[in-house]
């Protein structure tokens, strides 16, 4: 529809002078009685043309040049909306174009290719991941695909640190444990991770090494301890992410930007700038200079970086590595960090407006109710891993992105595990499933078969009211994905979807499919191949499974 209306609507303003001016855009109207689309051009041409936007509206609408049976009518509503209501066979008719790109539809060209990064997950290895983490994997992922499907050249990044007082406390953890399997009453730090994860990699510490570790002097007993640890946390982080069908391209260590001078690189920069002093010992970066409302610490008086300086450092690296957009997906626990961090971004030469960042409220676990509480530092939270096994990967990833990123989740593992239309990934796959038994049904009556001849199909026929109304609602899967990407709000795929499936059950409630009226039967069958496919095309970049059977 849009493609169809700029061609024209263009065509009218090169017609009337207006065309360098225009600034073109159509929106769906709130209230389908208003039409398919609207445009508010006369509006924003009023002033440069220096004429009533009603007036350029309705010369812009006397302009106007429309191939018969597309259009059926454009009328001119309150300061100046111009709104156009297609005919319903032009809904029908573009079935034929769903078909034709079949696992392509919905896919644009308006990334252009722009080399994109997506950092999400970034946990450090300290222990497993968090049903929070699983929310962030979910929603970076998704918005990678979203990126990837209107054209952008993405790379999936995860940033870590393997350095400092956590991984300090993971060794010292491990140690503890380990020296407990020989010394029963070894003391266990006060300040330790209580997990048994814990247990389970001292454990293999001790199957892989027996007591050759105790015997090493401490410092080297805890390196050991430390590097152990790290690689099957890193590891066991790795295999849940892929039972999500979450991956990344680079891993990126915080350490090496130690280790290559980066981070000495930019606090000299920014001594060079005036943006950063000492003062009581410490390093401050000077943001109230940047229009923030204080200074910063970004070095402790013990020489340990807060988490401000290497952000600041890793964001630079982004940008030398030639990326043109940057998207952080980070939990709520980082809104305070961001402002600081975009700050640096901009005093070392920047453009801050190349990084989005999509945070993401936290996530509330229910069972009958009742919430499953989680406390990380007592280690009775509930891991990623554990959540996957109680109810699925697609049920996880899909109930992650339901909701906005903006909004706390509750996720109910009830909802997520009961196979009935109350369960929205379950109404979803559902109806898809149902699709292929219907499309299979036809095969066997030689009536229809998925990969046939479709170009001489009469969608003409396709007349009933939910018949053009699915027709339709697919036509729009394109735009959804295009809105859903640049507004990095997955979960309005998530809702596309949803409505989707209930439009194809309307439709297949109204309408027998499989029947002796052949071109009727074949229109029909058609219908449903395309939505099918756009169904399937949708689950692929939330990264659900669309099963043929269920």
């Not at 554990?386 to 706390?408: C, K, N, Q, Y």
């Not at 699709?435 to 078969?449: C, D, G, K, P, T």
């Not at 194809?504 to 029909?524: M, Q, T, W």
Request: proline letters at 3%; hydrophobic letters at 40%.
């Amino acid at each position: 529809m849009k493609a169809y209306l700029t061609e024209k609507v263009n065509a009218a303003l090169r017609s009337l002078g207006y065309a360098e001016n225009a600034k073109l855009a159509f929106e769906q109207p709130k209230l389908e009685t208003h039409g398919d689309l609207t445009t508010n051009v006369a509006m924003t041409l009023a002033k440069s043309v220096g004429k009533n936007p009603r007036t350029i509206a309705q010369e812009i609408v006397g302009a106007l040049h429309f191939d018969s049976g597309v259009i059926t009518k454009v009328e001119i509503a309150g300061p100046g909306f111009i709104n156009f209501k297609f005919a319903d066979t032009f809904f029908t008719k573009q079935t034929a174009e769903i078909l034709a790109q079949g696992e392509a539809f919905g896919k644009t060209h308006s990334g252009a290719g722009k080399k994109t990064q997506v950092e999400y997950v970034s946990a450090n290895p300290t222990g497993p991941l968090s049903v929070g983490h699983g929310r962030q994997a979910a929603i970076g992922d998704t918005i990678a695909n979203l990126l990837h499907w209107t054209g952008h050249n993405v790379t999936r990044e995860y940033y870590y640190n393997n350095a400092g007082r956590q991984m300090r406390i993971l060794a010292e953890s491990t140690y503890a444990r380990y020296q407990q399997f020989f010394e029963p009453t070894f003391l266990f730090p006060a300040d330790g991770y209580q997990g048994d994860y814990i247990r389970e990699i001292a454990e293999k510490l001790k199957a892989r090494r027996g007591d050759s570790v105790r015997l090493l002097p401490r410092e080297e007993a805890l390196s050991v301890c430390k590097s152990f640890a790290e690689e099957e946390l890193f590891t066991a982080i790795k295999n849940v992410l892929a039972r999500m069908g979450v991956k990344h391209d680079v891993f990126f260590n915080e350490d090496s930007l130690y280790h290559d001078g980066t981070i000495e690189e930019v606090i000299g920069e920014l001594r060079k700038l005036n943006l950063a002093y000492d003062q009581d010992g410490a390093v401050w970066f000077k943001t109230s200079a940047l229009g923030t409302d204080k200074d910063r610490v970004i070095v402790k008086t013990s020489g340990e970086p807060t988490y401000r300086l290497p952000d600041i450092a890793y964001h630079r690296e982004k940008f030398r590595r030639g990326f043109e957009l940057v998207v952080d997906v980070f939990g709520a626990d980082h809104i305070d960090t961001i402002p600081d961090v975009l700050a640096g971004v901009k005093a070392l030469g920047f453009d801050p407006g190349k990084v989005k960042v999509v945070i993401h409220q936290f996530v509330t676990l229910l069972r009958d109710g009742e919430q499953v509480k989680m406390s990380k530092r007592l280690a009775n939270f509930v891991t990623l891993d554990e959540l996957i096994d109680e109810v699925g990967p697609d049920a996880v990833r899909f109930f992650f992105l339901m909701r906005s990123t903006g909004s706390h989740l509750e996720f109910d593992l009830n909802l997520a595990k009961e196979q009935s239309e109350k369960n929205p990934v379950y109404y979803v796959q559902y109806a898809h499933a149902r699709i292929a038994s219907i499309l299979r049904f036809a095969e066997s009556q030689n009536v229809f078969a998925e990969g046939e001849d479709v170009s001489h199909i009469n969608y003409a026929l396709l007349v009933g009211p939910s018949e053009v109304g699915l027709a339709k609602l697919l036509l729009t899967f394109p735009d959804t994905i295009e809105a859903a990407c640049y507004g990095y709000e997955p979960h309005r795929l998530v809702t596309y979807l949803g409505d989707v499936a209930t439009a194809f059950h309307k439709f297949y409630h109204d309408h027998r499919v499989v029947i002796p009226e052949a071109d009727l039967s074949k229109a029909r069958l058609a219908l449903c191949l395309a939505a099918k496919t756009v169904l399937a095309n949708g689950c692929r970049i939330l990264g659900i499974s669309a099963p043929e059977r269920m």
